[in-house]
C-alpha cells in the first residue's frame, strides 16, 4: 500500500492571485506526488490569463500528477455560464488546461470536462458542476448532471480500487458564512457517493478551509470533506485566508496559510 502526499488547492483566479503565496504553492509541490486544483484556474475568462494558468500546469505536470475541475470562472467569465462569451471560455479551458490534463497517463478515461484517474489503488473522480441548477441570473446554484454520475458508474464499474476520492467545484453543503449557494439537491450524486464509499469530497468556490467529516445532504452518507482556500484576494473576509492544503492520507489534511 502507497501512502501519496498530496497537495490541494482552488480558487487561484490568475490576474489577481496572490503571487507570493503562487510561489510559495510552487516550492511544496516539488514535495508532493499528486496536486489536485479544483477550479477558477482565472478571473475573466481572458486568453493571457488562460495562457498564465497553462504555463503553470505544465509546471506542475512535469514531477507530479495534476487533477483537475474546471469553476465557473473558467467556463464563461465571472457568472459562469450566464454570460455570452461562456462559448469562448470552454473553448479556451479545453485549450490550454483540459487537454494537457488527460494527456497524462494516470487518465484512465475523460469525457467534456469530467475525468476518471487511477494511482495505485487510489481512484480520483473530477466531475464538472458549472451546470446552470435554476432560472436564478445572479449566483446560480449548479449541478451535476445524471448523464455525468452514470458515465462515472460505468468506469468505476471496471476499477475495483479500494480508495476513492470524488472533486469539483462547487461544495455539497451550505455551511454558514459561505460564500456561494452549494449544488442543487441530487440523490443520485449521493447514491454514486455511498454505492462506491467514497472517502473524500474536496472542492473550493467558497475560499475557506474545512476539513471534517459532513454527512451528505439528503442520504446522510458520512464523507471527508475538504473545503479548500483560495489563492487570489477575491472575496476574501476576516476569517478567510489564503493557501491550500496538504494532505497524506490517513493523516489529518494540514492547511497552509498566508
Not at 469530467?114 to 458549472?130: E, G, K, P
Not at 454505492?195 to 454527512?215: T, V
Request: charged share 20%.
Amino acid at each position: 500500500y502507497i501512502i501519496f502526499s498530496m497537495l490541494l488547492c482552488s480558487d487561484i483566479h490568475f490576474s489577481i492571485q496572490s503571487k507570493e503565496m503562487l510561489n510559495t504553492l510552487r516550492q511544496y509541490s516539488l514535495l508532493n506526488d499528486i496536486i489536485i486544483i479544483t477550479g477558477d484556474f482565472v478571473q475573466r475568462g481572458f486568453q493571457n490569463q488562460f495562457q498564465q494558468a497553462h504555463d503553470f500546469l505544465i509546471s506542475l505536470i512535469e514531477h507530479a500528477t495534476v487533477i483537475i475541475t474546471p469553476g465557473n470562472h473558467d467556463l464563461g467569465d465571472i457568472f459562469g455560464e450566464w454570460i455570452p462569451g461562456r462559448h469562448a471560455a470552454h473553448q479556451r479551458y479545453s485549450t490550454y488546461l483540459h487537454k494537457p490534463f488527460v494527456q497524462q497517463p494516470t487518465v484512465v478515461a475523460h469525457r467534456d470536462f469530467d475525468a476518471v484517474l487511477r494511482i495505485d489503488d487510489h481512484v480520483y473522480v473530477s466531475l464538472n458542476s458549472t451546470h446552470k441548477g435554476s432560472l436564478i441570473p445572479w449566483n446560480p446554484p449548479g449541478r451535476i448532471e445524471a448523464h455525468q454520475i452514470t458515465w462515472a458508474r460505468d468506469v468505476l464499474a471496471d476499477q475495483r480500487a479500494q480508495n476513492h476520492h470524488f472533486l469539483t467545484h462547487r461544495s455539497m453543503w451550505k455551511h454558514p458564512r459561505d460564500l456561494h449557494r452549494p449544488l442543487s439537491a441530487n440523490e443520485p450524486l449521493e447514491q454514486f457517493l455511498k454505492d462506491f464509499q467514497f472517502q473524500s469530497f474536496i472542492h473550493g468556490h467558497n475560499h475557506r478551509y474545512i476539513a471534517q467529516e459532513s454527512p451528505t445532504p439528503l442520504l446522510k452518507f458520512p464523507i471527508l470533506e475538504i473545503s479548500l482556500p483560495t489563492l487570489s484576494r477575491r472575496h476574501r473576509r476576516s476569517e478567510q485566508r489564503c493557501g491550500f492544503v496538504i494532505w497524506k492520507p490517513p493523516a489529518e489534511p494540514k492547511p497552509v496559510f498566508f
